[in-house]
């Protein structure tokens, strides 16, 4: 059986006692190395956060910029469909706050129908106006074909009160 031979540094006796001094440096450069690890965990977590706020931002702020491009085309949409039911049969505001609006979009081609929610709605009929490329190609009302003359019409026609 072979001797294994011991390094006499090893055994704690052989040890010097430190010095005050040396351990007032050791721990100084303990203390000083831990406050940079803490400092450099910091600053990471510093700029981890600002950047994860700054990409919530831009989604947030890209969002908001989606929803308003598309609700303002809509109500845009609303305003010429409006204004075009105005002109071709000389509604005004008042009258149609009467009606319902509704608007719905396929390929490009909106379409608006404005329904009566406070009285018979088979009398005072529906209006449709179909906007392609910001402009109204069609104004349609459910009553246009009923005669307006007295004697076919007057109040016993079915759209009694058309302008």
Known sequence: ????????????????????????????????????????????????????????????????????????????????????????????QETLSVFSESAGEERGKWTVQYMPTLFDGSAMGRYTVVIVNGTAVEVGWSHDDVPQSEEDGGFNASAWGQA
């Open 1 to 92: 059986m072979e001797k294994k031979i011991l390094n006499p540094l090893f055994f704690k006796e052989n040890i010097p006692p430190a010095s005050e001094r040396f351990e007032e440096r050791t721990l100084a450069m303990l203390r000083h190395q831990m406050a940079l690890d803490n400092t450099r965990r910091f600053r990471r977590r510093k700029w981890t956060t600002a950047l994860a706020i700054g990409v919530v931002c831009v989604v947030l702020i890209a969002t908001a910029l989606a929803v308003g491009l598309q609700w303002s085309a809509r109500y845009n949409v609303l305003r010429i469909a409006r204004q075009a039911v105005m002109e071709k049969y000389g509604l005004t």
